[in-house]
C-alpha cells in the first residue's frame, strides 16, 4: 500500500528549475549578486565558453565542441575573467586547471544553463504532468550525471527532470522529492524502496608524470572532507601500513581532484567522479579501481516499478553504467 505523501507543495512546473541544495543556492546567488554589481554583465556566450572549458579542461576540446577556434574561447574567457576581477583558470605548460573561484562558477554555470534548457523545453512539455524530482551528492551531479542528461532528454523527451544537488539522509514527504541516487554510507529508513545501481569502486589518481613509483607514502595525499577516511579504507583494502606525512585537505571531494589535476598530488577518487579526465588523459588510476564495499541506489518512497517516469530513469540509470568502460 502506498505510504501518504506530504501535503508540502511540490515544486512548480512553471518555475522550469533545478532545486539545489542550501549551500548550492547560497554558493550561485553569492555568484548572481556578483554579476548584477557589474556595469555590464558577461556575454551568456562568455559563460557557456567558459562552461564549457571548465567541463571538458581543455580550451581546445571546448573550441571543437563549440564549432570555435581555440583563440575565440581563449579569448571570450579572458574577457569574462577581467570583467569579474578573477582568474578563473591557472594556465600552466599549455594546459589549464581550475582555481577555486573557478570551480565555483562552473558548478553555477552548469546549473544556471541546465535551468535555461528545463525551462525552454517545459514550453514544448504538457502542462499536466510535474516534474521528477531528483536528489544526488553534488560531485556525482556535476562529475558524472549532469554530463550524461542530455542522452536521459533525448531517449525520454517527455519526462521533465529536476535536479536538487544534496546528499546524505533525505526526507520524502517533507522535501518534495520523488528519487534520490545516495551511497549507502548511512542508514536510511527501512519503509524506503532502493533499487542497487553499481557496486562503489575507488582507486588513486593523479597526473601521468606524478606517477613515478608505486609506493604513495612518498607522494602528497589529497583528502576531502566529504571522505575523510578514503586513503585509510584504501590501505587496509590493500593490506599496507602506510602512514603518510605529505597531506593536503579539501573541503569538497571535486576540489581534492581538480588538486589532483594540477598535479599537486594523489587523490582516492570514485570512479564515477574521474570518466572525463580518464577518458582525456587528464588523470591516470594507476592501480585501477576496487570495490570498497558501499554501493550506490536509487531511493525512493514509492515502489519505483509501479511508476513509469520512475522505472524510465532506473533502466537509463542502469544502462548508462553498464555502457561505462571497465
Not at 558501499?294 to 514509492?302: I, N
Amino acid at each position: 500500500m502506498n505510504k501518504p505523501r506530504s501535503m508540502m507543495p511540490r515544486p512548480s512546473k512553471n518555475h522550469a528549475c533545478i532545486l539545489l541544495s542550501q549551500k548550492t543556492i547560497y554558493t550561485f546567488h553569492l555568484w548572481i549578486e556578483k554579476l548584477t554589481q557589474m556595469k555590464r554583465l558577461p556575454s551568456l556566450n562568455a559563460l557557456r565558453f567558459f562552461e564549457s572549458a571548465a567541463r571538458l579542461g581543455s580550451f581546445v576540446s571546448a573550441a571543437e565542441e563549440l564549432h570555435l577556434t581555440h583563440g575565440a574561447v581563449s579569448r571570450q574567457i579572458r574577457l569574462l575573467e577581467d570583467a569579474l576581477g578573477l582568474a578563473l583558470f591557472e594556465r600552466r605548460n599549455r594546459a589549464v586547471f581550475l582555481t577555486k573561484e573557478g570551480a565555483e562558477l562552473c558548478l553555477a554555470t552548469q546549473q544556471a544553463f541546465a535551468q535555461l534548457n528545463r525551462a525552454i523545453e517545459s514550453l514544448h512539455q504538457p502542462q499536466s504532468l510535474s516534474p521528477l524530482v531528483l536528489s544526488c551528492e553534488p560531485t556525482i551531479s556535476m562529475k558524472w550525471l549532469i554530463p550524461r542528461l542530455g542522452d536521459f532528454y533525448r531517449q525520454h523527451p517527455e519526462i521533465q527532470l529536476h535536479l536538487f544537488a544534496a546528499g546524505g539522509a533525505i526526507d520524502f514527504r517533507r522535501s518534495g522529492v520523488d528519487l534520490a541516487l545516495r551511497r549507502n554510507d548511512f542508514s536510511w529508513d527501512a519503509e524506503l524502496y532502493a533499487e542497487k545501481i553499481c557496486d562503489e569502486r575507488i582507486g588513486p589518481v593523479c597526473i601521468e608524470s606524478l606517477y613515478l613509483t608505486d609506493d604513495f607514502s612518498v607522494q602528497q595525499r589529497l583528502h576531502t572532507a566529504t571522505r575523510s577516511g578514503a586513503w585509510n579504507q584504501w590501505d587496509r583494502i590493500n593490506n599496507s601500513a602506510v602512514n603518510s606525512s605529505r597531506n593536503q585537505n579539501y573541503e569538497h571531494f571535486y576540489l581534492s581532484l581538480q588538486a589532483a589535476c594540477a598535479g599537486l598530488g594523489v587523490a582516492i577518487s570514485s570512479f564515477l567522479m574521474v570518466q572525463e579526465e580518464l577518458s582525456s588523459k587528464r588523470l591516470i588510476a594507476p592501480h585501477g579501481f576496487i570495490e570498497d564495499g558501499s554501493a550506490y541506489f536509487l531511493l525512493s518512497d514509492v515502489p519505483i516499478h509501479n511508476d513509469a517516469r520512475r522505472s524510465a530513469f532506473l533502466r537509463w540509470l542502469r544502462g548508462q553504467i553498464t555502457d561505462m568502460p571497465v
